[in-house]
């Protein structure tokens, strides 16, 4: 019990801190809601703060249960094999995403249509920071706890397919998006097995990064 509060820690830590410093920054201006909050410079500034905070979490933990990283998968592997794996990953990604959004509607419930660019310097660098905070940030700290921490204590104590699958479900769980759940279980599922064939948390971090960065150039192609 003590063990998997421990792997519970850094989201536990992230959303807490999303919320604190919410709060504390509401009081001095004004955080928009929802995709909007792509303009707003102080909502990019937590976001990309949170994330920080998530990595640094992680490591705590890693550091508590063995050499951090052994535990989080942070290895050299085979260049030309994980290269290809990768590609094959994030086609297999976008396949599964493509099919899975006219059923259940993933995307379209997280509402991330942008409005009118508002065209000032500070919600153009909030832009910047927030693609760089999703497609970097996001991509390395979520690898280093789904298919780092949470993938080797479910592999070591019930095995690959608990780890792979478990992983999984954690990973659409904390996005909590039902209606995207089917596909990030999807996706998750493949960064996994990504993750089993290369024994190594790094390509999932390029297939990771790589879907992300697709899903923010089509919102930005879709600016009115």
């Known amino acids: 019990l003590i063990l998997w509060l421990l792997l519970s820690l850094p989201l536990v830590v992230q959303f807490a801190f999303v919320?604190?410093?919410?709060?504390?920054?509401?009081r001095v201006t004004e955080i928009p809601e929802g995709a909007t909050s792509f303009y707003s410079l102080p909502q990019a500034g937590i976001?990309?703060?949170?994330?920080?905070?998530?990595?640094?979490?992680?490591?705590?933990?890693?550091?508590?249960?063995?050499?951090?990283?052994?535990v989080l998968a942070i290895r050299r592997t085979p260049l030309g094999r994980a290269v290809v794996l990768s590609v094959l990953a994030l086609v297999a990604g976008?396949?599964?995403?493509?099919?899975?959004?006219?059923?259940?509607?993933?995307?379209?419930?997280?509402?991330?249509?942008?409005?009118?660019?508002?065209?000032?310097?500070?919600s153009l660098i909030a832009v910047v920071l927030s693609g760089i905070t999703i497609t970097a940030g996001a991509a390395l700290t979520e690898e280093l706890y789904f298919r780092g921490l949470l993938y080797d204590q479910l592999g070591r104590r019930w095995g690959i397919a608990s780890a792979v699958v478990g992983s999984a479900g954690v990973f659409g769980l904390a996005h909590f998006q039902p209606n995207a759940f089917p596909t990030l279980f999807a996706l998750g599922l493949i960064l996994g097995l990504l993750?089993?064939?290369?024994?190594?948390?790094?390509?999932?971090?390029?297939?990771?990064?790589?879907?992300?960065?697709?899903?923010?150039?089509?919102l930005l192609l879709a600016l009115r």
């Open 47 to 70: 976001l990309f703060a949170a994330y920080i905070v998530f990595g640094g979490a992680i490591w705590f933990v890693a550091r508590r249960i063995g050499p951090p990283r052994e």
């Open 195 to 218: 993750r089993l064939r290369t024994n190594s948390f790094w390509p999932g971090v390029g297939v990771h990064a790589a879907n992300n960065l697709l899903a923010f150039i089509v």
């Open 94 to 122: 976008v396949v599964a995403a493509a099919a899975l959004e006219p059923i259940f509607h993933g995307s379209a419930s997280q509402k991330l249509e942008l409005g009118p660019f508002p065209g000032t310097t500070a």
């Open 19 to 26: 919320a604190l410093a919410a709060s504390l920054v509401s």
